[in-house]
C-alpha cells in the first residue's frame, strides 16, 4: 500500500507542477484532470471512497468542462510583459514555494526547534465509525455538526446563480434592443411598421 500510495502522490506533485509550468492553458487544464485522478486515488486507498469518486465526478468532470469551457472562450493571448514584472513574479513564486516548504519542515519536526509536529500514520488506532459506511458518517457529520456552513453554501450557490441568469438576461436585452439615443432611421429596404 506504501508504494502505491508513494506512486499516487509522486504523481500529484509531478501533474500539480506540470500545471503551473506548461504554457499552454488547455494542456494545463488537462493535467489538472490528471492531478484530479491521483488525488482520487490516494483517497481510495485512504478507505475514503465516497471523497474519491466526489473527486472524479465533481472536481474531474464538471469543473474541468467548466474551466476548459472558460478557457475557449476567453481565447486567451500571451501577455507581452517586461523584464521586471517577469522577475517581480518569479520573486514571488519563489517566496511562495520557500514558505510552503518550511511549513511542511516544521509541521513534520524536522527543524531543531524541538516540536514533535505531524507523524505519518492514522491519529486513532481505532476506527470511530467502523461499523457505519463512509457516506453514512459523513452525512452525519455534514447535517448535525455542519448543518449550518452547508445551508451558507447552498444559499451562495442560489445568489450566484440568480446573479448569473440576471447578467444573462441583461445581456441579451442590450444585444437585441438600443437603449438611450434615438431609433435607428428606416431605410429603403426596410419594411414599414405595422400599427
Not at 79 to 90: F, L, N
Not at 151 to 166: D, W
Request: proline share 6%.
Amino acid at each position: 500500500m506504501i508504494p502505491l500510495f508513494l506512486g499516487f502522490a509522486a504523481l500529484l506533485v509531478a501533474t500539480s507542477l506540470l500545471v503551473i509550468l506548461h504554457k499552454n492553458p488547455v494542456t494545463s487544464a488537462l493535467f489538472l484532470v490528471l492531478a484530479f485522478c491521483s488525488l482520487a486515488g490516494i483517497y481510495l486507498l485512504l478507505h475514503a471512497e465516497f471523497l474519491g469518486m466526489v473527486q472524479i465526478v465533481v472536481y474531474a468532470g464538471a469543473i474541468m468542462v467548466l474551466f476548459l469551457f472558460v478557457i475557449m472562450y476567453l481565447n486567451l493571448q500571451h501577455d507581452v510583459e517586461t523584464g521586471v514584472q517577469i522577475a517581480v513574479r518569479r520573486g514571488i513564486g519563489w517566496l511562495a514555494g520557500a514558505a510552503v516548504l518550511l511549513t511542511g519542515a516544521t509541521l513534520f519536526g524536522v527543524p531543531a526547534g524541538g516540536g514533535s509536529g505531524w507523524a505519518l500514520g492514522p491519529a486513532n488506532a481505532v476506527d470511530p465509525a467502523a461499523g457505519a459506511g463512509n457516506v453514512r458518517a459523513i452525512g452525519r457529520e455534514l447535517y448535525s455538526r455542519y448543518l449550518f456552513p452547508f445551508e451558507l453554501t447552498s444559499v451562495l450557490l442560489l445568489v450566484a446563480m440568480v446573479g448569473v441568469i440576471v447578467i444573462a438576461r441583461g445581456g441579451a436585452r442590450r444585444g437585441g434592443a438600443r437603449r438611450g439615443g434615438p431609433p435607428p432611421a428606416a431605410g429603403p429596404a426596410d419594411p414599414p411598421e405595422d400599427r
